[in-house]
């Protein structure tokens, strides 16, 4: 198992833009998917997107073109690019790292309002 911690959320205005970084409690380089999560209050945790230690991604219809993950296994960090925000994006983003036994982050939130 691995712990991880996210961070980078805040407030942003519409349009604006913010880096999530996910930092792993060991090395990540042997985890084959790793993968942001987010849950807007009231709804389910939905997929927004993974990446595979090669470095293959994919995305969320909603947020194709506006958000890019990526991760730095040196570093034992994953990151999420997040441009062009909306107020839909509003939510708590979890880092998740697909593991035999399955690992979360605690969370962080970013909201998107003016």
């Known amino acids: 198992q691995v712990q991880l911690v996210e961070s980078g959320g805040g407030l942003v205005q519409p349009g604006g833009s913010l880096r999530l970084s996910c930092a792993a409690s060991r090395s990540i380089f042997s985890i084959f998917r790793m993968a942001w999560y987010r849950q807007a209050p009231g709804k389910q945790r939905d997929l927004v997107a993974t990446i595979t230690n090669a470095g293959t991604t994919t995305y969320a219809d909603s947020v194709k073109g506006r958000f890019t993950i990526s991760r730095d296994n040196a570093e034992n960090t994953v990151y999420l690019q997040m441009n062009s925000l909306k107020p839909e994006d509003t939510a708590v983003y979890y880092c998740?790292?697909?593991?035999?036994?399955?690992?979360w982050g605690q969370g962080t939130q970013v909201t998107v309002s003016s």
């Open positions: 998740y790292a697909f593991t035999p036994l399955p690992s």
